[in-house]
């Protein structure tokens, strides 16, 4: 009879991601990803081969999970723009700090030189894109965003300006990333705005929003 595996391969994976934002890749070693989680490096050797096998798992988990967000945050009620505003600010989890930023930045410049990484990093940006895109089409037909609304173009600047966000954020400091997205992503809608829309941003426009500010 097989043993139990005692910790799930996903809350492994969750950790190497938080071990990721905290050591960069200079610090990342299977040893630190078994110190979060209380196991020893030959457990992880086990489970995933090698360090790059356990990148490319994780890799492959944020896949699928980038495939299922705009029906997670769509699925907690409110408006279509507010779930839009949900959608991007998600992608400052487990980066709270500039440095944190800087981390990740770091290991997906290294995913792109690497073909099997970068089919997976690609999959997550696809996958956003048209979240993104389903859920302005969605604002549109909901009254939330003028009718005469170009998706298409307004999903590509929307992507374009919250990634740029977080850059110009860990370059200047100035509040907190998922505030810094948020603002940004008010401004490129703002001129999009059905009349008497209140701004997307605003925190109960969206229940997942408010509570992460109370949070």
């Given at each position: ?32 990803v078994a110190r979060e989680v209380g196991l020893v490096p030959g457990t992880l050797v086990q489970r995933f081969g090698s360090k790059r096998g356990l990148l490319l798992a994780l890799a492959g988990l944020s896949a ?15 408006s279509a723009l507010g779930a839009l505003t949900a959608l991007a600010t998600d992608s400052a989890a487990g980066m709270g700090t500039p440095e944190s930023f800087a981390h990740h930045l770091a290991f997906l410049c ?106």
């Amino acid at each position: 009879m097989a043993r139990p595996r005692g910790v799930e391969d996903e809350v492994i994976l969750r950790a190497t991601a938080r071990v990721m934002g905290r050591v960069g890749p200079a610090g990342f070693t299977l040893a630190a990803v078994a110190r979060e989680v209380g196991l020893v490096p030959g457990t992880l050797v086990q489970r995933f081969g090698s360090k790059r096998g356990l990148l490319l798992a994780l890799a492959g988990l944020s896949a699928r999970e980038a495939g299922e967000a705009a029906g997670r945050v769509r699925g907690t009620g409110g408006s279509a723009l507010g779930a839009l505003t949900a959608l991007a600010t998600d992608s400052a989890a487990g980066m709270g700090t500039p440095e944190s930023f800087a981390h990740h930045l770091a290991f997906l410049c290294a995913d792109l030189t690497d073909p099997e990484l970068r089919a997976h990093a690609l999959t997550v940006h696809r996958a956003q894109d048209r979240a993104v895109t389903e859920l302005l089409t969605e604002a549109v037909a909901l009254g939330e965003l003028r009718p005469d609304t170009e998706v298409t173009a307004l999903a590509r600047t929307v992507r374009a300006v919250t990634t740029g966000a977080g850059l110009s954020w860990a370059l200047d400091h100035h509040g907190g990333l998922a505030e810094r997205i948020r603002q940004e992503l008010d401004a490129v809608l703002r001129p999009h705005l059905a009349p008497g829309r209140p701004a997307p941003g605003t925190p109960h426009d969206h229940p997942a929003e408010q509570e992460a500010e109370q949070t």
